[in-house]
């Protein structure tokens, strides 16, 4: 397997008393898109949290490129090159297009050439360029999911988390996102790619984990999972 650009190992999460995530164990290979599964309140985005450092772990380990990041605060991991797409967008919507992508810049970890800048997220996203100076609050859905993994990419980051990128998407937009996160794939970038609907992500993960109750249930190469296994009727209902 290639090298782990971000590990969770037996991560143990509570919010207040409530232990929401047990024993997790996760692994997302450099260059490679691992597809996060899970029902609702599985616990997908609670991993999402402590991988940023918004939630420490109260057991267990994180790693990014083998480095221990596990106590380090949000900017510390930020600076390690982890961004995230959150789920439901987030974007800052009082502010413009522009402004959006402009507060999020951040020169690569590594001290090489910046990927990413307005000009070539203006590229990818050609209606963000189009509407660089209108307030974000204006865009649609699909223009504010764009602007949302736009500002993530704008920190050159090295591993890229998407929460729900499709969220609340009609069907055409949600294509054009996966048309994104597959060009990204292309480039080199370690993904980890959080969805409720696995047919979104067999054909472009390489590995699946499905979350159940806080725990994980299932961990297999996407390939293994594609033909609608028991295991998915099970943690994901019937697809
Ligand atoms: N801030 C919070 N405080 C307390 N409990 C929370 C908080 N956020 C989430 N939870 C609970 O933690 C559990 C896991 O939630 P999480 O948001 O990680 O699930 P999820 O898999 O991302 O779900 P979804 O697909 O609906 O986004 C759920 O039981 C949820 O109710
Ligand atoms: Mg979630």
């Not at 024993?23 to 997302?28: D, E, F, I, R, W």
């Not at 736009?150 to 048309?179: K, Y």
């Not at 959080?194 to 979350?211: G, R, S, T």
């Amino acid at each position: 397997m290639a090298n782990s650009a971000l590990s969770l190992i037996d991560v143990d999460a509570f919010y207040g008393d409530s232990h929401v995530l047990e024993k997790v164990s996760l692994t997302c290979g450099e260059g490679c898109l691992l597809g996060l599964l899970g029902r609702n309140g599985a616990g997908k985005s609670t991993c999402m949290n402590v991988t940023v450092g918004l939630l420490p772990a109260r057991r267990g380990k994180v790693t990014v490129f083998g480095e221990d990041v596990t106590k380090l605060a949000p900017e510390a991991i930020s600076a390690r090159g982890v961004a995230l797409v959150p789920q439901g967008r987030r974007i800052f919507k009082s502010l413009t297009v522009r402004e959006n992508l402009i507060v999020a810049a951040r020169k690569p970890t590594n001290g090489g050439k910046a990927a990413w800048n307005l000009d070539t997220v203006f590229a990818m996203f050609p209606r963000l360029g189009e509407r660089r100076s209108q307030m974000s609050a204006h865009l649609s859905g699909g223009e504010q999911q764009m602007l949302a993994i736009g500002r993530a990419l704008m920190a050159n980051p090295r591993v890229l988390l998407m929460d729900e990128p499709s969220e609340g998407l009609a069907p055409q937009i949600v294509a054009e996102v996966m048309a994104t996160i597959r060009h990204l794939k292309a480039s080199g970038l370690s993904i980890v790619l959080v969805e409720q609907n696995p047919k979104l992500v067999f054909d472009i993960a390489d590995d699946i984990v499905i979350l159940n109750s806080g725990q994980v249930a299932v961990t297999a190469p996407a390939a293994d999972l594609r033909d609608g296994t028991a295991d998915l009727r099970q943690h994901l209902g019937v697809f």
